[in-house]
């Protein structure tokens, strides 16, 4: 089946008692057993029996399942949110005296996790530029645990060549762990380009509503010991395992993600296209122009795929504020990929708590808009956006 169907048709792991199409929540903290064996062979994790919900949760299960068949992955670890998938993967590779090589262009506290928290840890970061397989193979030693990115990094949305970085990692032996959460899991391939764990913020394209946070670790069975440190180590240990609820959601959101996807896609390109040419605007930020510098590399790595975040700059951080306090449409908020279209102005908001200096050396600019284009027709959004630009920008 091809993945707009097979994301509708996995089946449950057990038959419901009542034959019910959605899977139940199954809003339950602890499970019957039969016998003692029983009991000591599930919370010995030698059966699939769920034994507690803050480790396995049978709705929680399902969304895995999913997660897993679809990506073509061994595993998929569900999480309460995108950044507990982003620490739990990183911190079952890391240890002290080890180090990770990463990009200074990164969602912000994911910089402050691996700069400022595993620092403390004795976790050493190595910044470089991602988009320089040559340095990223000079930053790596014996002591390097894995080497991050991000596959279309947020807010830059710079697009590092995924294929060169992968054969630098495997000649090094050193895993690969990519935050794809900008392009759908379910759209491309990250496994061909050689990304050994994949991590997704379900939170985002997932629910659709923006009704459930959520994260995911996806396996693919290339780290010796990574299922199990995951399974054993951090979900039993940190206890950031997702809630039922929240998989019931973005479960019954992945059996609509093609076509919201699709279509914000589609508005995304066509409001791209209009900022490019409106008065006031300084620069548009989106893969999917030709003229964009990342616009090849985007189309072959992601299979046509360019997502649905847009940046673009206005003259000063002055007319950014203006611009937000006068949209109208486009929501005032953050988050990416929801029905409704969101802007944020990233430097004083997701990047506030950072330094100037940091600021600048993550290439966050102070005359910067971020827009997740939602499923508003294309001509409305646009039609908000140009007039908050004409009162921003107006002398």
């Excluded at 009542?18 to 019957?32: D, F, I, S």
């Excluded at 019954?252 to 409106?278: C, I, P």
């Excluded at 590399?297 to 006068?326: K, Y």
């Excluded at 971020?370 to 409305?380: K, Q, Y």
Aim: glycine fraction near 8%; aromatic fraction near 8%.
């Amino acid at each position: 089946m091809k993945p707009e169907t097979h994301c509708i048709h996995v089946p449950y792991q057990s038959p419901d008692a009542y034959g019910a199409l959605n899977m139940p929540v199954y809003h339950t903290l602890a499970y019957e057993f039969p016998d003692a064996a029983s009991m000591v062979e599930a919370f010995c994790g030698r059966s699939s029996d769920p034994d507690y919900s803050r480790v396995t949760n049978p709705t929680v299960i399902y969304l895995e399942k999913r997660v897993r068949e679809l990506a073509g992955a061994r595993d998929a670890i569900a999480l309460s949110s995108g950044m507990a998938a982003i620490s739990a993967a990183v911190m079952a590779l890391a240890g002290a005296g080890k180090n990770i090589v990463t990009s200074r262009h990164l969602f912000g506290n994911t910089f402050l996790l691996f700069n400022d928290l595993l620092g403390r840890f004795g976790v050493e970061t190595r910044f470089v530029d991602m988009t320089d397989a040559a340095e990223v193979e000079k930053a790596i030693d014996a002591d390097t645990c894995c080497v991050f990115m991000e596959i279309m990094t947020n807010p830059q949305m710079e697009v590092a060549d995924i294929a060169a970085i992968s054969g630098v990692t495997r000649g090094k032996g050193v895993p690969l762990l990519a935050d794809t959460t900008m392009i759908p899991f379910t759209h491309f391939s990250a496994s061909r380009l050689g990304i050994d764990v994949e991590i997704v913020s379900s939170t985002k394209y997932f629910t659709g509503g923006g009704t459930a946070l959520g994260g995911l670790v996806i396996d693919y069975g290339t780290v010796d010991g990574f299922n199990d440190r995951m399974r054993k180590e951090m979900v039993m240990n940190l206890g950031a395992y997702m809630t039922p609820h929240a998989a019931y959601m973005q479960t019954l959101g992945m059996e609509t993600l093609h076509v919201r996807y699709a279509r914000q896609q589609a508005g995304a390109m066509a409001v791209a296209d209009a900022l490019s040419r409106l008065p006031g605007v300084v620069g548009v930020n989106y893969p999917g122009l030709k003229d964009n510098p990342y616009h090849k590399l985007c189309m072959e790595q992601f299979c046509g795929n360019t997502g649905a975040m847009v940046t673009f700059d206005l003259p000063s951080q002055q007319a950014c504020f203006r611009f937000i306090d006068a949209l109208k449409l486009v929501h005032r908020s953050t988050n990416l990929f929801d029905n409704r279209s969101l802007a944020i102005h990233p430097a004083s908001t997701i990047f506030g708590p950072l330094t100037e200096e940091q600021r600048r050396d993550m290439d966050i600019s102070p005359t910067l808009i971020r827009l997740s284009v939602g499923l508003e027709d294309a001509d409305d959004i646009i039609a908000d956006l140009t007039q908050a630009i004409l009162k921003a920008t107006e002398s």
